[in-house]
């Protein structure tokens, strides 16, 4: 199979590679037509990769991967069968579709199987800006990593060592088809350059770092910077502190902030409510915010993160909003999902889309000002979410605010609360948003949460 290419002179092959994809899909739709299912499905994927890694000075590794995989589901009925394969030779993709016919016709039936309504097809297919593939050689990913680190290095007489500088870029092609008729198909790409350091001697050594990722080359952090940002942010860590037990306001920086909105994903999913395994069960059309928070989903947006016209079923995506006023507006849902509760797909099926949380206040100086004193959190270990019950207990390090400024580092610390409290607690949703995650957001102030530490 040829891989994707896109060489130093631009030429690139993707869309005929596309069409060759679009094509095995037909071929496997009538397959398993002929083979008596009564729908099917074909998602057919190509990915190319390059990654770079250096340490002191020194290339570490530098890994190409060329990966392509091909995945069948037949339904005969509400029987499901499903098989896959890497290798595009006619008789493997024959046997793939026969495996997955076998399958179905020895599983039960699932009155919620089969493909998503007809109706809800996209039939719209915008240019949504997430094409944008680098030709970069080895030689020149190990500079740019090289030189990330040596930016680093050099900033600060405290950096002691280094854990190292990466530089990747990686470029996908997939196609997703069914029975109704429908193919879509998709082109991406992304690249980071990143860093990690390490300031201090001995027991008091601190490891921080810091990346940039885009979708196109154009946006992404110079090295230097990234290099010179992972430094200043490891030695800030030096010499932390442990705080007393008690209850303090707490804000979670926008890197942190976005796995709060991680939380009310999972709980809002499909699986977990069908499954009554969530904390915000029977919760849409409730308030679970302040009444001025907002998450809008916006699949359209133009060179996002995860912008697509389609869901992995096929459905068409729209810009819709998940909470508004306050209010929990829907579920994310599947078709799947959606039958096992009674209710419509929201196409969400593989996953949300792109989402923008609603700023009320500024930067993050002027959120540490609004706090006052409390606690700013920059990292968070663990695994303590219990899903469930929306109990929430993880390690974390940060700094200590006083009157507005940091006054200094922590760590081997705890914060706990509840997740239904902590979002109604939200005060403030910041302007400073990091544009590395799908989930747009600015730090988050949760007015109140049990600390404790050692002291």
């Known amino acids: 199979m040829n891989a994707i290419t896109t060489d130093a002179a631009g030429i690139d ?3 005929p590679r596309l069409e060759q994809l679009a094509a095995i899909s037909q071929r496997l739709l009538e397959k398993a037509r002929a083979m008596g299912a009564s729908q099917a499905e074909v998602s057919c994927s190509e990915e190319r990769g390059l990654d770079v890694n250096v340490r002191l000075g020194e290339v570490e590794t530098v890994e190409s991967t060329h990966d392509r995989g091909i995945a069948v589901t037949v339904y005969f009925g509400q029987r499901k069968g499903s098989a896959s394969t890497a290798d595009l030779q006619e008789s493997s993709l024959e046997a793939t579709v026969a495996q997955a016919c076998a399958i179905a016709r020895h599983t039960e039936d699932d009155p919620a199987a089969g493909l998503a309504d007809a109706g809800l097809m996209a039939t719209a297919f915008p240019d949504l800006d997430g094409w944008h593939p680098w030709a970069l050689s080895a ?24 854990d190292g500088a990466s530089a ?27 860093c990690a ?18 979708i196109a080359r154009e946006d992404l952090e110079d090295p230097a ?10 030695v800030a ?34 699986g977990a409510l069908y499954r009554r395994a969530s904390f915000l069960l029977d919760s849409a059309g409730t308030s679970l915010f302040p009444d001025w928070f907002a998450i809008d989903e916006r699949p359209l947006l133009r060179r996002g993160l995860r912008s697509c016209a389609f869901d992995g079923e096929g459905v068409a995506t729209r810009d819709s909003a998940l909470v508004s006023g306050g209010i ?128």
């Open 139 to 162: 030689e020149q990913a190990v500079d740019l990593a090289l030189a990330c680190e040596a930016a680093g290095r050099q900033a600060d007489g405290r950096i002691s060592n280094s």
């Open 328 to 455: 929990l507006q829907r579920y994310i849902l599947s078709s799947y999902s959606a039958r096992k509760l009674g209710l419509t797909t929201t196409a969400n099926a593989g996953g949300v889309h792109n989402l923008k949380v609603a700023a009320n206040a500024g930067d993050r100086a002027s959120l540490l000002a609004g706090m006052g004193t409390g606690l700013l959190v920059t990292e968070l270990m663990g695994q303590g979410v219990n899903g469930v019950t929306g109990d929430y207990s993880r390690g974390a390090g940060g700094f200590w605010v006083e009157n507005g400024q940091i006054a200094y580092p922590v760590d081997g610390i705890t914060i706990a609360g509840n997740l239904k409290q902590m979002f109604a607690s939200i005060e403030a949703v910041g302007s400073d948003v990091d544009p590395r995650s799908h989930v747009s957001t600015g730090s988050i102030l949760v007015g109140k949460m049990t600390v404790a530490g050692n002291d």
């Open 197 to 214: 350091l390490i300031a201090g001697q001995g027991d008091g050594m601190q490891r921080d770092g810091w990346y940039t990722s885009a």
């Open 168 to 194: 990747a870029t990686a470029q996908s092609l997939s196609v997703y088809a069914n029975s109704h008729g429908f193919i879509g198909r998709e082109r991406s790409s992304h690249h980071s350059i990143g």
């Open 225 to 234: 910077a990234v290099g010179r940002r992972a430094a200043e942010r490891t």
């Open 237 to 270: 860590r030096l010499q932390p502190r442990s705080l007393p037990t008690g209850e303090v306001p707490v804000l979670f920086s926008a890197e942190m902030a976005r796995s709060l909105i991680g939380h009310l994903l999972s709980a809002v999913s499909g």
């Open 13 to 15: 092959d993707s869309l």
